[in-house]
């Protein structure tokens, strides 16, 4: 949220985290047009690398698996019928 903050605000935009957050999961061309639904396409690609950028010069070091992902990793890929529910 706070690498789009900063990206929107550097190209004019500024929006509450809230309003941002709101649209995480999407990808960087649907955000975009969720909070700037006129937006060029060219401008809507600069702002998702603008995010990407500042993504990785600012926040991807701080990522840290939580605890037991490892294994649940690997369970996703040996065992994938025991993450399912069982009816």
């Known amino acids: 949220v706070l690498a789009w903050a900063e990206a929107f605000h550097a190209a004019g935009h500024d929006f509450r985290l809230s309003d941002l957050h709101a649209h995480i999961g999407k990808g960087a061309d649907n955000y975009v047009r969720a909070l700037l639904p006129s937006v060029s396409?060219?401008?809507?690609?600069?702002?998702?690398?603008?995010?990407?950028?500042?993504?990785?010069?600012h926040y991807f070091h701080r990522l840290k698996p939580f605890p037991g992902a490892r294994d649940l990793l690997r369970r996703c890929f040996t065992e994938p019928e025991s993450l399912t529910p069982r009816r």
């Open 41 to 57: 396409e060219e401008q809507a690609e600069a702002l998702g690398k603008a995010h990407g950028r500042l993504f990785k010069q």
